[in-house]
């Protein structure tokens, strides 16, 4: 496959489900991955072995921008991943949840990213997981924090590709959401239907994805030369993942 001389990756969210099989994928086709793991992580001699288990390192550059935008100018990585996101749950438990909220990562730390990733001469593309749904009209914290984030990429200047997945589940995801699975079963029964009676596109946009599935997805776009700038729904990163 064709990288258009995409050699290094630099993987921002890498410890979550998506962000490990998104590090795993790239190592697989060849690509030196970065994955990024918080310096107060209590797991990271754990997150440390398991990416080297998938053929990648790890950077641990805390939340800093000057210090992210100078770990950029060192890697100088060709495309960069925010695979970045927070739950409720997280946000209830956090010792100062203003910190934790979806405003503060969902949003916060990718705009960390999209200003340290400007800093480089050669700018990177530029791979935000986003969510159906959002937009303009889209309303409630957490549709309003990536909505907010996919403009300020959009009006960054760098290459970029905006993923907007349905619900992403799978048997091999480490954390039990159980409201996710519950709902992502009853939003597939619903598009199935919809497949059913016609309604190909709506099937489509709502059908969940595994990890997988979205790595394979998120990767082959990154990787394409020939990949336009813009919003890729799930049917799109299916279609990319076979």
């Known amino acids: 496959m064709k990288t258009d001389g995409i050699t290094k990756a630099f993987v921002a969210g890498a410890t979550g489900y998506v962000g490990r099989n998104v590090a795993g994928e790239l190592a697989r086709r060849g690509v030196t991955v970065v994955a990024h793991v918080r310096p ?4 990271l001699a ?14 641990v550059t805390p939340w800093d921008d000057a210090a992210l935008a100078a770990t950029f100018r060192k890697l100088r990585p060709a495309v960069i991943f925010s695979l970045l996101g927070t739950t409720r749950a997280r946000i209830r438990k956090a010792a100062d949840p203003r910190r934790a909220d979806y405003e503060a990562v969902d949003y916060g730390l990718t705009a960390m990213l999209i200003r340290a990733a400007k800093t480089l001469e050669t ?12 937009g303009p009209t889209a309303r409630g914290a957490y549709y ?8 300020e990429l959009r009006a960054s200047g760098l290459p970029h590709i905006i993923a ?11 954390e039990d959401r159980a409201f996710e ?11 199935g239907l919809a497949g059913a009676f016609g309604f190909g596109k709506v099937r489509d946009r709502y059908l969940s994805l595994t990890g997988p599935e979205i790595a394979r997805g998120l990767v082959a776009l990154a990787l394409d030369p020939a990949t336009p700038g813009g919003v890729y729904e799930t049917g799109a990163l299916r279609e990319r993942a076979r």
């Open 40 to 43: 107060d992580s209590p797991r």
């Open 46 to 59: 754990e997150f440390e072995a398991l990416f080297a288990s998938l053929g990648a390192g790890i950077d």
């Open 123 to 134: 700018k990177p593309r530029f791979v935000y997981l986003s969510a159906v749904g959002v």
């Open 144 to 151: 309003e924090a990536r909505w907010k984030a996919e403009s």
């Open 164 to 174: 907007r997945p349905s619900f992403i589940t799978g048997p091999d995801r480490e």
């Open 181 to 191: 699975k519950i709902a992502a079963g009853s939003l597939n029964v619903a598009a």
